[in-house]
């Protein structure tokens, strides 16, 4: 992903000092020196209270919300010696990244302590290499789903004392119900406590809001697998049928080639399923669906969320969206699922997608083939037709039963080739 040239930082620079629930005892020198050295002491009311009273800096709650703030607060001061305080590793989801994009790694100085993560993992055993973090701080807990599989171990970074019930029903909704948790409370410090249970039979109010909690996940034996490999179950998507069925989601997702941090256009969003399984790849990847229909935007959104990917952007018509918004970023791959045959719509595609990308378009009728046999003879790309039978009872026997014929137009855009888009062969 692109990401903003930092702001000017021109003031000395920021100490970043992560506190644990240990507070000051469990600073070391260096960290006690930055925050007893500073004029402002920025952070939390909770990490502002564990900073003794001796220490005479002005101290600054954060604002709500902080992100918008963030960047005139630090100007502000940006002449006296500032000092932020964060939980833990600031480095490791805390406002030392955010602090970092915003002004360039030297206007910090960054003094990390252990992560809740690294903690949990040495209190259970676990190797931390090994063990996926997903953060549900600021963001939906559906965003846990796609990394959860049978005999799997993850940790999640709870927003607030009420993040464990909330997940421990999730769980339950989505076949985990047998899957422990350990919620584990104010780690390194002294009111540390360990808590654990099934999800399905968690009965505890909520305690702490400083906890991560640890889920070692057991799958529901008849739960459809939900992995984070293409070709999910057609049975996972709601909606009207208009979906692209799985051993051919499949192959256009392989052709997509998503990679961490891409953009996805998918046009004719129907179900959404191409979009949702290009975010389900990686939890950087990013996609833009268009789908003209209101009930099938709904149902997008629907699928969306019960599939652990909310965050897809959601739009109408294509060329209607791009005629009113203007900043709709340029994708890094297309896939066109429907419209076709709309006049000026792969004109559209072709000019907004980034030189070096790809292009991917599935065709079912005769129509709509003959336009990709066109396209592919003015701009190359691979031309592929897929056929696939299912076992289906007849009787007492089996017999295959054909699908729809599927052709499909795969093709990387030159970095050097004319703007312009073949309308006939």
Not at 147 to 175: F, I, K, Q, Y
Not at 359 to 374: H, R
Request: glycine content about 10%.
């Amino acid at each position: 992903m692109s990401a903003a040239a930092p702001l000017p930082w021109t003031g000395p620079p920021i100490a970043v000092v992560g506190i644990g629930a240990d507070g000051w005892n469990g600073l070391g020198r260096s960290a006690r020196e930055a925050v007893g050295d500073a004029e402002i002491l920025f952070g939390s009311t909770r990490q502002l209270a564990l900073v003794p009273e001796a220490v005479t800096a002005t101290r600054v709650n954060w604002p709500s919300p902080l992100l918008p703030a963030l960047p005139e607060l630090l100007e502000r001061h940006s002449g006296a010696r500032l000092c932020v305080l964060a939980s833990g590793d600031p480095m490791f989801h805390g406002i030392g990244v955010t602090l970092a994009r915003l002004f360039g790694a030297r206007a910090l100085r960054v003094l990390p302590q252990p992560s809740s993560a690294s903690l949990a993992c040495a209190r259970l055993g676990w190797a931390l290499a090994e063990t996926p973090v997903v953060s549900v701080v600021a963001r939906p807990l559906v965003t846990v789903l796609p990394e959860l599989a049978d005999r799997r171990r993850l940790l999640v970074l709870s927003a607030d004392e009420h993040t464990p019930p909330v997940l421990a029903r999730l769980l339950g909704r989505h076949g985990y119900g047998a899957s422990e948790l350990t919620v584990l409370e104010q780690l390194g410090g002294p009111a540390e406590r360990l808590h654990t249970g099934l999800a399905k039979q968690w009965d505890r109010p909520p305690g702490d809001p400083l906890n991560i909690v640890a889920i070692s996940c057991v799958a529901d034996p008849d739960q459809p697998r939900a992995t984070r490999l293409p070709g999910l179950p057609d049975e996972l998507f709601g909606g009207d049928g208009q979906l692209t069925k799985h051993e051919v989601r499949a192959l256009t997702l392989a052709a997509l080639a998503p990679a961490p941090g891409e953009l996805l256009w998918d046009v004719g969003g129907g179900s959404g399923s191409i979009a949702i399984e290009w975010c389900r790849a990686h939890p950087a990847n990013r996609a833009v669906t268009f789908e003209r229909l209101e009930r099938r935007r709904g149902q997008i959104a629907d699928n969306a969320a019960a599939l652990g990917v909310p965050h897809i952007l959601i739009r109408g018509e294509l060329r209607a969206e791009l005629a009113h918004d203007t900043e709709i970023a340029s994708p890094d791959a297309i896939f066109v699922g429907g419209g076709l045959t709309q006049d000026g719509l792969p004109e559209t595609c072709w000019a907004q997608l980034r030189p070096g990308g790809r292009l991917v378009a599935n065709a079912v009728t005769a129509e709509s083939e003959s336009l990709l046999l066109s396209w592919a003879s003015a701009h190359g790309g691979a031309l592929r037709k897929f056929q696939i039978y299912r076992g289906e009872p007849l009787g007492s026997f089996t017999a295959w039963r054909p699908q729809l014929p599927v052709a499909q137009w795969s093709v990387v855009k030159k970095r050097d080739i004319a703007p312009g888009f073949p309308t006939d062969g």
